[in-house]
Structures are given as C-alpha cells and as structure tokens.
C-alpha cells in the first residue's frame, strides 16, 4: 500500500488513537468509553458514571452529551452539522499527502448521506426516501418472511451453532441485497467487505485495520461500478436502477450510495437480533410474556433497540457559536453524543436499566438518531427484527446460549461477532402472523 495511505490513517485514526489512549492513562473517562476493551463489552456503567458530570461536558478528547433532551436537541438543530467521529485536525504538513491518497466510493466519505450536510444531503437522500416509505417496506413482508422461513429450517436439530453466522447476518444481508438488484451468490462477498470496513466507524483504529478496510473499499468499488455499468445497460426494479436511472449521480456517488445502504441495512439489523437473542435468553420471564402476549412483539423490538442500541454514538460540530445545555459552544466545536446514554436516561425512562418489553414509552430512543439524519432503513430493520426473533423463540422454543459470547471489538457499533447457543428440540412451524 503507498505511504500516503499511511499518512491517511495516521492523520485520521493515528492521531486520535495515540490521543485517547493517553487521555485513558491520565484518567479520562470518556476515553476509555471510546478506546478501552470496557467500553466495547459493557459501556453503560460508563456511560452512567459520566452522566452526573453534566449534561454537555467537555472531555481531553471531544464535547460529549449523554441525555435524551441534550441528544435529541442536538440532533434536530440545524446548527450543527456531520463530520468524522471526533474533530481532530489533520497537520497541514500532512494535508496535500492525505488528499493525494484517493479513497474509493465509501460509506465514511463525502458524498455519503452519513458525512454531507444539506442541501447536498438533501439532493442524495430524496431519491433513495421512496424506497423505504412504510407502504414499500410493508411489500417486503413476504421476501423477510420467506428468507427467515428457509433459513429456520436449515439449522441443525437439537444441535448447536453461532446465530450470527447462521442466522442474524442472513436475514438482513438477503433483504438488502434483493433491493439493491446484487445476486443472492454474492451475499458472502458483502458480508466479509462489511466485517472488514465496519471499523471505519471507530475512533483510531488500527493501522492494521485501516489497511484490511481499505483493501476491502478498492475490492467492493470495483463490483459496485461494474454492477452500475450493468445496470446502465439493464436496469432492473431495484433501489439501484432508479438512482441510475435518474442520472443526477455519477458513478462514484453511485457506488457511495450503494455501500452506505448496504452497511446501514446490514449492521444495524444483524446488531439488533443478535442483542435481541442475548436479552430474551437472559430474561426468560420477558419471553414467556411476549409467549403469553404475542401483540408485545414490536413493543419488544423497541425496548432491545433502546437498552442495547447497536448504533451507540454519532457526532456533530457546531456550525456557528451555539449555546446547549447550558454550555456555550464555538464554531467548529465537536460533540460527541452518547445514543445508549439518551436511551437510558433516567429522566425519560423509568428503571431505565430493566429489560422490559411492555415499557410503554420503549420508542422514544434514539437508536436510529433525529432530525435530517435519521435512519431511513428504521421500518424495514423493526419489521425484520420482529418477524426474525418472534419466529426464531417460536421455532426453537427451548434456544439458550451456550459458550462465550464473543463482541465486536468496536464502540460505534454495539453487537456480537459469535454468539453460540444451544437450539434445542424444534416446533413444528406454525403459520407466520403478520407484521405491524
């Protein structure tokens, strides 16, 4: 790899990798939140501590806020706009070596609806809006429950296996890649390019998981584009064939396009029946009630998305001097705000930290975040995680985890990377029940 891309990484995660490991050492709190192995495998005592030091404070690493009013204000102000995890500034001796390092199509890059700021955000996002609308989402429910169905059926009897593997990435990776016209015999390329470039998310990541990551960006910008030419030249009735078709994209905003949804609709579902499967299995007197009241299914996806998001954190900086909180920001000034700590937030949400599926303000969290940013894919992940985990509890009934849950080493996103369980003896399969 050419050293400007080691220039890349170390203006943009070395830096900050160095800065919060040190910022760890001398104390800081929320540097271990972000950087230290507690905060990926249980960071809500953290995030809990931190909490009582105010609701918008500032840390040796960024501004932070952990309340639900800070978070969701901060979210909706058109004040503040998207930018990289934390504001550090890149040397301007490094600067002209990091722009001559070119980046393929990404999720992490402008123009990828995650890093743009209206009205370029505007002009990506309301092509790709139609998509998701409820009414197009509920026309999904057929291809959801059919993947899930198949997918059930292949699991060993009474035997043993990684849920994450076998069951939780399937069914998101097969919907997502349906609607973005890619062959089901390509679904395992995507899976391994999205474990590689996950990371991208975190703050300082390795040198070696940049370089894996980027590997996999030059690997998946070539498919895309040649997936792009092919649809030019055919296109089909997926999400893909409109943006072509429109012709207000070019190829390289294309192929953004295309990761972004492809990461969105895979991390955030795979995350969330994979924390829904920990929560249930560990609370059995909350699955023998949704057992006793089905109807508290989508209720129940609610409150595994509030008390264990799989996004746990987004950013903003303040475009113009802002006061929130209390506290007086200038221009430029980043925060870092907690999407577990407003989910949690004791003002909201009574005993915030007891699983409860019949909690009846559950859907006032801050998983899929607010504003302009908000998560377009949100309907389609509840529906899949409702019909994905109802359906698993009904088919194996006596399911119990069995071995080390292993994390995801990253803080962004919050889920398992194996998550063995026993099975159990199967029901017989019932006829599904709708979807709400």
């Not at 840390?59 to 309340?67: L, S």
């Not at 059930?152 to 076998?166: E, F, K, M, Q």
């Not at 370089?211 to 055919?234: E, P, Q, S, T, W």
């Not at 995680?385 to 995801?408: K, N, Q, T, Y």
Request: proline share 8%; with cysteine; glycine share 8%.
């Amino acid at each position: 790899m050419k050293p400007q891309y080691w220039f890349r990484w170390f203006s943009e995660h070395g830096v900050p990798r160095y800065a919060v490991r040190a910022a760890a050492k001398q104390g800081d709190r929320f540097a271990e939140l972000v950087g230290g192995p507690t905060g990926v495998s249980d960071p809500y005592p953290l995030i809990e501590r931190m909490r009582g030091d105010g609701p918008l404070q500032r840390t040796r690493i960024a501004w932070a806020g952990f309340d639900h009013d800070v978070v969701r204000s901060i979210l909706r102000d058109s004040r503040f706009g998207v930018r990289n995890p934390v504001g550090f500034t890149t040397p301007r001796a490094l600067q002209w070596i990091k722009d001559a390092a070119h980046v393929p199509a990404n999720p992490v890059e402008p123009p990828s609806m995650l890093v743009i700021d209206p009205p370029e955000h505007t002009r990506m996002r309301k092509p790709v809006a139609s998509a998701f609308t409820p009414r197009a989402v509920r026309k999904l429910g057929d291809r959801v429950e059919k993947v899930t169905v198949e997918l059930l059926d292949g699991l060993p009897d009474d035997g043993r296996t990684d849920l994450i593997a076998s069951f939780a990435s399937r069914v998101p990776i097969a919907i997502i890649s349906e609607m973005l016209g890619f062959p089901d015999s390509d679904q395992d390329l995507f899976l391994e390019w999205g474990d590689r470039m996950t990371p991208l998310l975190d703050i300082g990541i390795s040198w070696r998981d940049y370089r894996g990551a980027f590997g996999a960006m030059n690997v998946m910008d070539g498919y895309l584009r040649a997936h792009i030419a092919k649809l030019r030249a055919n296109p089909g009735d997926d999400i893909l064939s409109t943006l072509v078709s429109t012709g207000d994209l070019d190829d390289y905003a294309l192929a953004a396009t295309a990761s972004l949804l492809m990461g969105a609709g895979f991390e955030t579902t795979v995350n969330l029946i994979g924390n829904g499967v920990v929560q249930l299995a560990t609370h059995p007197e909350q699955l023998a009630r949704l057992r006793a009241e089905p109807e508290l299914w989508p209720n129940a996806i609610e409150e595994i998305l509030r008390i264990d998001p799989p996004v746990q954190t987004t950013a903003r900086t303040a475009l113009e001097d802002v006061e929130v909180g209390g506290v007086q920001l200038r221009a430029g000034a980043t925060v870092v705000v907690s999407l577990a700590g407003a989910n949690r937030d004791p003002a909201v949400f009574t005993d915030p930290d007891r699983f409860d599926v019949g909690r009846e303000n559950a859907r006032e969290h801050l998983t899929f975040s607010n504003g302009i940013h908000v998560c377009l894919g949100a309907s389609l992940a509840r529906m899949e995680g409702v019909f994905a985990l109802r359906s698993l509890f009904e088919r194996f009934p006596d399911l119990a985890l069995d071995g080390a849950l292993r994390h995801r080493q990253l803080y962004t996103l919050h889920g398992y990377r194996a998550l063995p369980v026993r099975l159990g003896h199967r029901a017989p399969r019932t006829v599904p029940q709708p979807v709400s």
